[in-house]
C-alpha cells in the first residue's frame, strides 16, 4: 500500500521556486486587503512554504496534499453555500493526488483517470448550468456583464470607447442599487459596440457548446492532440472572458497531468504560471 | 482497499456533489453559483442581490443598514444564495420579531437587462411576508 509509486507524470518540480514566491506574494497581498478569513488562509499558505522548503518534492509529499485537502474539506463543510468552484475542484484535485501517492501499481492510470473525469464533470455540468439558466440562454447575462466591464475586462481597456461606455454603465448599475427597487425605473445603458446584442447571444452558445466539447473530448480521448488544443483554446477564452485566475490556474494543472506531449505541458505550465501570478499580486481577482 | 472503490470512489463523490447541487438549484432556489461549483458565471452573481425589508410601507436595504441589527444581517446575507420561500418566511417571523411589528415583507430583488434596447431595470424575483394572525 505504501509502495513508492512510479513518477511517469511530467516533473514540473523546477516550478518550485516560482510557487514559492506566488505564495509569498499571495501571503502579503491577502493581509494588505484584510478579509475576513486571512488569517486561515495565511497559515495555510505559510505551511504550504514550509513544506516547499524543507522537502526535495515537495509536490509528491503526501502531507502537502492531505493539509490542502483538510483545508478546502473544512472550507466546504463550514461555508458549503458560499463555497467556489475552485474550492470544490481543488477538494477534488487534492484528493486524486492523495489517492495517486496512497496507491502501489497503475496508481498512473487511475490518477489520469480521476482527472479526466474531473475535467469532463465539472465542464459538462457547467455547460448544464448554463444551458437552463434561462438568462444565460437568453443573452441577458452575457449582455449585461459585457455592458457593465464585467466581461471581458483585458480587451476593453484597449478601446478608449468600450471603456468609457462600460465605465458609465458600471455607474447606472450603482445608481440602480443604490435606490429602494420599484420594478419600474429604467436606466439606459450604453452600447460598447455594434451588435452586442446578436455578440452576447452567439457568445452564449459558443460558451456551451466549447465547455461541452471540451469535456467530451477529455473525457474520450485524452492523449489526442485535438483534445487539449480544444481544451486550451477554452481555458484561453475564459480568461480573456472573464478572468477567472483561481480556478483556471487548476484547469491548467489538470492539463499539465494529461499532456500529450512536452510542448502541450509548456503551454499548459506558462498559462498556469500567468493565472498564478495575476492571482498572487491581485489584478486577476474580482 | 478493493480497487473499484479506489478507481470509483472520487468520481462517485464529484457526482453525488453535482446532483445535491443540483436538486438544491432546482428545487430550493440556490444560485447556480454556489454548493457546487458547477454553475459559476451562468446567471446573476448572489452579491448582485439586494434584500429589502418592507415594514408598514418603510424599505429597508437590511444588507446595506448599519442600524439593521446584528441578528438579522447575519441571516439575510444568505439570503441573496438561496432565497426559498421557507428561508425567507422564516427571516420574515425573525424580523417582525425583532421590530416588534405585525406584518413584514422581505424582498429579494435583481437587475435584469431588457436585451432589445439595453434598458436596466429591477425585478423582485422572491417574497416573504409575515402577518400576525388576529
Known amino acids: 500500500m505504501n509502495k513508492s509509486p512510479e513518477i511517469h507524470i511530467p516533473d514540473i518540480s523546477g516550478t518550485g521556486i516560482f510557487l514559492k514566491a506566488c505564495a509569498t506574494v499571495f501571503v502579503i497581498y491577502k493581509l494588505s486587503q484584510n478579509i475576513e478569513g486571512v488569517w486561515v488562509k495565511m497559515f495555510v499558505l505559510l505551511f504550504s512554504l514550509i513544506i516547499f522548503f524543507f522537502y526535495q518534492k515537495p509536490l509528491l509529499s503526501r502531507f502537502f496534499w492531505i493539509f490542502w485537502l483538510l483545508y478546502f474539506l473544512n472550507y466546504l463543510f463550514f461555508y458549503y453555500p458560499i463555497a467556489a468552484n475552485h474550492h470544490f475542484t481543488g477538494a477534488y484535485l487534492s484528493a486524486a493526488i492523495i489517492i495517486f501517492l496512497l496507491n502501489g501499481d497503475e496508481n498512473e492510470r487511475i490518477l489520469q483517470f480521476h482527472i479526466r473525469f474531473m475535467v469532463a464533470a465539472i465542464l459538462i455540468a457547467s455547460a448544464l448550468h448554463k444551458a437552463l439558466s434561462p438568462t444565460f440562454i437568453s443573452g441577458e447575462y452575457f449582455q449585461l456583464e459585457t455592458s457593465t466591464g464585467e466581461f471581458l475586462k483585458p480587451i476593453k481597456n484597449l478601446f478608449s470607447n468600450w471603456k468609457n461606455a462600460a465605465d458609465y454603465n458600471a455607474s447606472q448599475l450603482n445608481d440602480l442599487f443604490s435606490e429602494p427597487p420599484d420594478g419600474v425605473r429604467i436606466y439606459a445603458m450604453m452600447y460598447p459596440f455594434n451588435g452586442l446584442n446578436a455578440f452576447a447571444k452567439v457568445s452564449s452558445f459558443m460558451a456551451i457548446f466549447i465547455e461541452t466539447l471540451a469535456g467530451i473530448l477529455i473525457f474520450r480521448s485524452p492523449h489526442k492532440k485535438s483534445s487539449h488544443l480544444i481544451y486550451g483554446l477554452m481555458i484561453a477564452g475564459v480568461f480573456v472572458f472573464r478572468l477567472e485566475t483561481g480556478f483556471l490556474s487548476m484547469l491548467c494543472a489538470m492539463g499539465i497531468l494529461l499532456a500529450p506531449n512536452i510542448f502541450f505541458r509548456n503551454i499548459y505550465l506558462i498559462m498556469m504560471s500567468l493565472f498564478l501570478a495575476l492571482m498572487a499580486s491581485g489584478i486577476g481577482l474580482p | ?134
Not at chain 2, 447556480?32 to 442581490?49: A, D, I, N, Q, T
Not at chain 2, 439570503?79 to 411589528?101: G, H, N, R, V
Request: hydrophobic share 40%; net charge positive.
Open chain 2, 1 to 134: 482497499m478493493p480497487k473499484a472503490i479506489v478507481k470509483y470512489g472520487l468520481p462517485g463523490c464529484i457526482v453525488l456533489v453535482f446532483a445535491a447541487q443540483f436538486y438544491q438549484v432546482h428545487y430550493h432556489r440556490l444560485s447556480r453559483w454556489k454548493g457546487g461549483g458547477f454553475g459559476m458565471y451562468s446567471e446573476v452573481h448572489p452579491k448582485h442581490r439586494q434584500v429589502w425589508l418592507d415594514i408598514d410601507g418603510k424599505k429597508t436595504n437590511i444588507l446595506m443598514d448599519s442600524a439593521t441589527p446584528k441578528v438579522l444581517q447575519q441571516k439575510a446575507f444568505y439570503l441573496p444564495i438561496q432565497p426559498s420561500p421557507e428561508k425567507l418566511k422564516a427571516f420574515a417571523s425573525l424580523a417582525a420579531e425583532e421590530y416588534k411589528a405585525d406584518t413584514v415583507s422581505v424582498q429579494i430583488w435583481q437587475p435584469r437587462l431588457n436585451t432589445a434596447n439595453n434598458h436596466l431595470t429591477m425585478q423582485m424575483i422572491a417574497e416573504g411576508r409575515y402577518e400576525q394572525k388576529p
